[in-house]
């Protein structure tokens, strides 16, 4: 089991229950987990197209731009909390004791994230004329942030300890959720706040379960002569972690993101709308594929096996190369006859679209095994930081059509990637013309 370098260890009294799964069976359990998410991912992927071509028709091409700029914020906020979510994952992988004793410890060290959400509430005036939304609007999606940390900490440990049926439960409950509300919330409010009031319900409800969940889980069974650190030794250096991967999460999801508030700011109110539809039906890619990682993390982390990266790499990269596929051949027929005449987007870009969500699906994947294996995180981040820097100077200095837009995500990542892997082959020959030759004399030779 791992425990932090600086730290004193201390030998667990407590003994093995039962031997704990070996290796190669908690991989095979991860291939299952991520499954069984994969398919609550296509779920999940599916409602969220349905509630977008609600909210569209509700609102109407002209308005769907700015709404889809919003609810894409709230997304990113969701990616943002999955720094912290992560953190405490793999805190709880790693460590048998129970939950709330590692809870407990690592709340104090949440104060940052108070002043990330101050920082929040006082740039909406800035963001709202940015998008051309009303303030109140951009408040919801605050809100719904704050509420999304409440949740990540106890999701966290439901992650680690592999409390994935009960996630998935709870994920369809919140589409089914999302959807009935935003139905019905239409009926009383405008489309914009029936859509974010609609998408808050479903976090209040995870805040409530995560927690009351989290704190009922006790200690599991320690291998046997296994190392085991206290709870406020294992949320040592939790604040700097959840940040750094909140961080490269952002940057993700940014990147998929930025071309939409590129969009609603450069183009027509027509073409914006379009825009947002085709990448809403491209997002199905990225809810489908996000649950490998989920599902392979805990893996990874307890047991940092290459086999086990490996074989979550292979699933991501076929479940996004499957769903951008059928998203290119069946997404102009969708976008006709579901958003309707006023949406249409060719087959072509909708394949660029299907480009940048395969890309971002596979980057995702990189960012979380890095995290979880403890090293590598560098080079990885640099590639996410990179890729993002161009993508925002791209959209900022030289605006291009819907097409140009679309495949920015897959581009900038490619290149960034491309370029740091010619630089480590690079360095890699550097060290080995500089290594001396040493001969070694053994027997007679001497």
């Known amino acids: 089991?791992?425990?932090?370098?600086?730290?004193?260890?201390?030998?667990?009294?407590?003994?093995?229950?039962?031997?704990p799964p070996a290796p190669g069976a908690e991989t095979r359990h991860a291939a299952r987990d991520a499954g069984l998410l994969a398919a609550v991912g296509f779920v999940t992927g599916g409602s969220n197209f349905v509630f977008n071509v609600m909210v569209a028709r509700n609102g109407g091409v002209s308005s769907y731009g700015g709404i889809a700029a919003l609810l894409s914020m709230v997304t990113i906020a969701g990616f943002v909390a999955s720094g912290v979510q992560y953190a405490m994952a793999r805190r709880a992988a790693t460590w048998d004791g129970p939950p709330r004793a590692l809870l407990a410890a690592s709340l104090g060290l949440m104060w940052p994230w108070l002043a990330v959400v101050v920082a929040l509430f006082a740039s909406v005036p800035a963001l709202s004329a940015y998008l051309g939304v009303p303030d109140a609007?951009?408040?919801?999606?605050?809100?719904?942030?704050?509420?999304?940390?409440?949740?990540?900490?106890?999701?966290?440990?439901?992650?680690?300890?592999?409390?994935?049926?009960?996630?998935?439960?709870?994920?369809?409950?919140?589409?089914?959720?999302r959807l009935c509300g935003g139905a019905l919330l239409a009926r009383v409010m405008d489309a914009t706040t029936a859509a974010l009031?609609?998408?808050?319900?479903?976090?209040?409800?995870?805040?409530?379960?995560?927690?009351s969940i989290a704190l009922r889980m006790g200690s599991v069974a320690a291998e046997a002569g296994a190392v085991d650190a206290s709870a406020e030794d294992m949320s040592a250096g939790f604040a700097t972690e959840s940040a750094t991967g909140a961080i490269s999460s952002a940057a993700l999801w940014s990147l998929w993101a930025m071309p939409l508030i590129f969009a609603r700011h450069l183009l027509d109110a027509g073409s914006s709308g379009r825009f947002a539809a085709a990448q809403v039906l491209a997002s199905g890619v990225l809810f489908v594929t996000a649950p490998v990682a989920m599902a392979f993390?805990?893996?990874?982390?307890?047991?940092r096996q290459r086999r086990t990266v490996v074989v979550g790499a292979v699933a991501t990269l076929g479940l996004?190369?499957?769903?951008?596929?059928?998203?290119?051949?069946?997404?102009?027929?969708?976008?006709?006859?579901?958003?309707?005449?006023?949406?249409v987007v060719g087959a072509r870009a909708l394949l660029e679209f299907g480009a940048s969500a395969a890309t971002v699906s596979l980057a995702t994947y990189a960012v979380w095994t890095a995290r979880a294996l403890r090293?590598?995180?560098?080079?990885?981040?640099?590639?996410?930081?990179?890729?993002?820097?161009?993508?925002?100077?791209?959209?900022?200095?030289?605006?291009?059509?819907?097409?140009?837009?679309?495949?920015?995500?897959?581009?900038?990542l490619a290149t960034a990637g491309g370029a740091l892997l010619l630089a480590a082959v690079s360095r890699s020959r550097g060290r080995s013309r500089a290594t001396p030759a040493v001969v070694v004399l053994v027997g007679d030779e001497a």
């Open 297 to 303: 993390y805990p893996t990874i982390a307890r047991h």
């Open 197 to 211: 009031v609609a998408s808050f319900v479903p976090a209040l409800l995870s805040v409530a379960v995560f927690l």
């Open 137 to 177: 609007a951009t408040v919801l999606v605050v809100t719904q942030f704050v509420a999304l940390l409440a949740a990540a900490m106890p999701g966290g440990v439901l992650i680690g300890r592999r409390r994935f049926a009960l996630i998935a439960g709870l994920s369809v409950i919140g589409v089914a959720l």
């Open 1 to 19: 089991m791992a425990v932090p370098a600086p730290l004193a260890p201390r030998v667990s009294t407590r003994t093995a229950a039962a031997a």
């Open 375 to 412: 090293r590598r995180i560098a080079p990885v981040s640099v590639m996410v930081g990179l890729a993002a820097a161009a993508e925002l100077l791209v959209g900022v200095a030289a605006p291009g059509g819907l097409e140009t837009l679309a495949v920015l995500p897959c581009l900038t």
């Open 320 to 343: 996004a190369g499957v769903a951008s596929l059928g998203m290119a051949v069946l997404g102009p027929w969708l976008m006709r006859h579901v958003y309707g005449p006023h949406f």
